[in-house]
Structures are given as C-alpha cells and as structure tokens.
C-alpha cells in the first residue's frame, strides 16, 4: 500500500486477556520494526524484522510480548495475559532495506498512525 | 541501553517566535534525525543528519550534527501554528538493523 496500515487503531481489553496487533507494512519494504510509545515518553524499540526473521528482538519487555511476520509481508505483534502496564501507543514502522540511512534517503522508517491499547 | 536526553520536555510560544530544542547522547551515533509526531498519527521525519558538523535546513527547520557526534539541535523559525506537535530526536547506531533511539520528545503548542 502506499503507506504502512495498522489495525485496531484502538483497542480495550481486560488485564489477563490476549491481543493482536497488526502492521501492513509499505510494499516491497523488506525491514519491519515495531516500537511502543507510552504516555508522555519516546519511541522504545521492541523488535526488527529482515524479511521473515527477527536479527533483533532485543526490546521486547518479557516472554508475554511475541511478533511474527509472513511472506515478508504483515506483521502481527501478540501480548499475551496483558497487564495494566502494556497501555500503551504501538508503533509500526517499513523501509526499503535495513541498515543505514542515507543520504539518498534509502533506509527512512515510515510509520504508521499506530495502535493505541488500553489495559483495564 | 543507549539513551537520548532531549530538552526542553515542552514549549508554549507565540505565533512568529524562533524555537530551539535539543538532544545529548552518552553514545555516539552514525546518523541524528529529526521526527514530529502529529496527534494520533506516527511520526514523520523532518530532517537527517548524516555528518559530525553537518548544518542542514529544511524550510524553516535547521538541524545541525554535533562535532561530538554525542548531540543534536533542531531550530524553527518564525513558528506558526501547524507546528504544533511532538518533536522527536533520534539517533541510529552503525548496524546493520538501522532500527533508532528515540528522545524523550519535546511538545511544542503555538498561541496564534
């Protein structure tokens, strides 16, 4: 698509219940990131995508927090047994390739409007 | 892990005042950007900095790459009222992933 689509844009769940956030990140884009933003902070990184493999998850909070992606394609992000501290903004973002920006623009992360979840 | 430290946190300016907003860094970066996050979208990139020195303007907006390559400064001119947003520092380490550390933000309001 011509920008990177996300679903829900807002979702209410109980604490203990299981989500599912989506990305449908810019065609042909083959690096996927996702980050989360909570009220009033940065952007924190949770985990990078080259294509269907995940060289860095290292931002993921704990064993609850888990992403896939198919075909190159979407990415899902699943928190299991949610908690009131998972309330949070979550961003997705695509570009071209991985790697460094540069000054052709190559490598820019586009983001999507995000998913906002609410944990009751 | 690696931190931003971005300054001031918020802004409250009038209509046609020059605004300065920074960021320091204990680790130094590749590249420094610069993001402004719009009310319930994501963020959009205004300005990269690919040099230690470098001094670039977009329109208004003028970003510079510290020497130190350790901090950044993002300067608008003759603010109007669409700037109003959350202004977002971020560095990219040299990897391979490309993946950014953001700053904390800073929320900019314009009275008209």
């Known amino acids: 698509g011509a920008g990177v689509s996300q679903s829900p844009s807002n979702k209410v769940t109980e604490k203990g219940k299981d989500v599912e956030l989506r990305c449908d990140p810019i065609?042909?884009?083959?690096?996927l990131y996702w980050y989360r933003q909570s009220l009033g902070q940065g952007l924190e990184f949770l985990i990078y995508f080259q294509g269907n493999s995940a060289p860095d998850k290292s931002g993921l909070p704990s064993d609850r927090f888990s992403a896939e992606r198919t075909g190159g394609s979407v990415s899902t992000l699943t928190i299991q047994r949610t908690q009131q501290e998972d309330s949070a903004v979550y961003l997705c973002?695509?570009?071209?390739?991985?790697?460094?920006?540069?000054?052709?623009?190559?490598?820019?992360?586009?983001f999507g409007a995000g998913s906002r979840l609410t944990v009751l | 892990g690696q931190q931003l430290n971005q300054s001031p946190q918020s802004m409250f300016i009038q209509e046609g005042e020059d605004v300065s907003m920074n960021c320091t860094s204990s680790s130094i970066f590749n590249t420094w950007l610069w993001y402004k996050q719009d009310p319930g979208e994501g963020p959009v990139l205004l300005i990269a900095?690919?040099?230690?020195?470098e001094l670039t303007s977009n329109g208004r907006l003028t970003a510079q790459f510290g020497i130190t390559r350790k901090d950044s400064f993002l300067n608008i001119s003759a603010s109007i009222p669409s700037d109003v947003g959350i202004y977002f520092c971020a560095g990219q380490l040299f990897s391979n992933t490309g993946k950014l550390i953001f700053g904390q933000g800073t929320t900019l309001q314009v009275k008209p």
């Open positions: 900095l690919y040099k230690a020195g």
């Open positions: 973002a695509s570009s071209s390739r991985g790697g460094q920006v540069t000054p052709s623009g190559a490598n820019v992360l586009t």
């Open positions: 065609s042909g884009h083959t690096a």
